[in-house]
Nanobody, 121 residues
Framework: QVQLVESGGGLVQPGGSLVLSCAPS????????MGWYRQVPGNERELVAAIASGGGSTTYADFVKGRFHITTDNTKNMMYLQMSTLKPEDTAIYYC??????????????WGQGTQVTVSS
């Protein structure tokens, strides 16, 4: 099992910034890929951004390109999502995801408990 602990959510005004953090319970360099997803009640969970192992290649959803930045800090064993120019439509529960193989088995998805981000004046 992989535990993922998110932090950093909260209430922010439109145009503001926020940083989400995710701490995995395993060595971050052993994780194939990590990402941030978000979900609004009644909607499907959607990919926001993803990053390959060791801070490699990144992928962003079109609706966050140029506003959000995903990074990892291998020395701190952490993943971050820097969010700027936030919009009310960014309001959602944000989930940390890890794609990880346990003992060389088939990789599977692991999820954090989610952190609420609310963009409102």
């Amino acid at each position: 099992q992989v535990q993922l602990v998110e932090s950093g959510g909260g209430l922010v005004q439109p145009g503001g910034s926020l940083v989400l953090s995710c701490a995995p319970s395993v060595n971050i360099l052993s994780i194939i890929a990590m990402g941030w997803y978000r979900q609004v009640p009644g909607n499907e969970r959607e990919l926001v951004a993803a990053i390959a192992s060791g801070g490699g290649s990144t992928t962003y959803a079109d609706f966050v390109k140029g506003r959000f930045h995903i990074t990892t800090d291998n020395t701190k064993n952490m993943m971050y999502l820097q969010m700027s120019t936030l919009k009310p439509e960014d309001t959602a529960i944000y989930y940390c995801n890890a794609f990880y193989s346990i003992n060389g088995g088939a990789p599977q998805d692991f999820w954090g408990q989610g952190t609420q981000v609310t963009v409102s004046s």
